[in-house]
């Protein structure tokens, strides 16, 4: 029975029986009784209904979240030590590269053979450089030969720093605002001192070839410090952040 129907029996009631008709009464205040509780017993079980529903849908899209966020933090763990790989490597070669102390083997006093079996070896050369070296007197070999190795270290250098910036930009998005911050400066300090050496070289100018590993020395290693620093904290920080996570879906 319907609220519009219990109104219509109540009507007739009334009209037809009056308040002389007890027992009509008492029919119809039980009708409604039993109306009043299948109505409130239907509305409370669609509520359940509605709240289970609800509840159900607030967990999916909580979980959902939740994974999402799991995935956002694996896929940053994996970033920051792969940065923190290829920015270190940058900077120590870079270091290496414009270190004062550099060390070179010597082709002034090596035979016909023993030179040429040394020059099999080194596969960065090309053909006509190997060559120019053997066409050089005694005396001059070492200059060309230092000469040309310079320019495979500082090739090599500038490749693994090209790496290590493109590597950062490509993935700027996984990486917390300050620790990018300090992966993108340390990236612009060894640029900076690789064009200083490189202008040295060229230039003959070992003062500015010298002024290249002072950078690295004055700025570049207490920013390595300072990236390594928070490379630690942040991976220590995801770590527990992680295991808050997997405990709460347990």
């Known amino acids: 029975m319907t609220f519009d129907e ?25 009708t409604a009784e039993r109306w009043v509780d299948a109505h409130f017993a239907k509305r409370q079980k669609d ?7 609800e509840l159900q849908r607030i967990k999916a899209k909580l979980d959902t979240v939740i994974q999402g966020s799991l995935k956002l933090q694996e896929r940053e763990f994996k970033i920051i030590p792969e ?20 060390s070179y083997a010597s082709l002034q006093w090596k035979s016909g053979a023993e030179l040429d079996e040394f020059l099999a070896k080194q596969e960065h050369l090309s053909e ?11 005396e001059d070999r070492d200059k060309l030969w230092q000469e040309f190795e310079t320019d495979r270290r500082y090739n090599k250098a500038r490749g693994a720093l090209a790496d290590a910036g493109a590597f950062v930009k490509a993935n700027s998005i996984f990486l917390p605002d300050d620790l990018r911050g300090m992966f993108d400066k340390q990236v612009e300090i ?13 230039s003959e100018d070992y003062k500015m070839r010298s002024s290249s590993h002072d950078k690295l020395k004055n700025e570049g290693k207490p920013q390595q410090e300072q990236i390594e620093k928070a490379v ?9 952040l992680a295991d808050e996570k997997l405990q709460s879906l347990g």
């Open 128 to 138: 006509t450089q190997k060559q120019a070296i053997r066409d050089r007197r005694d």
């Open 6 to 30: 219990l109104l219509t029996l109540v009507g007739k009631v009334v009209i037809f029986g009056g308040g002389s008709v007890g027992i009509g009464w008492l029919v119809l205040q039980k």
């Open 190 to 202: 060894i640029w900076s001192a690789l064009s200083s050496f490189l202008v040295g070289v060229q």
């Open 232 to 240: 630690r904290a942040r991976l220590l920080e995801q770590a527990q």
């Open 47 to 53: 509520f359940e209904h509605e709240q289970a529903k």
């Open 83 to 102: 940065a923190w790989e290829k920015i270190s490597e940058a900077y120590g070669l870079a270091d290496w590269l414009c270190s004062p102390l550099q």
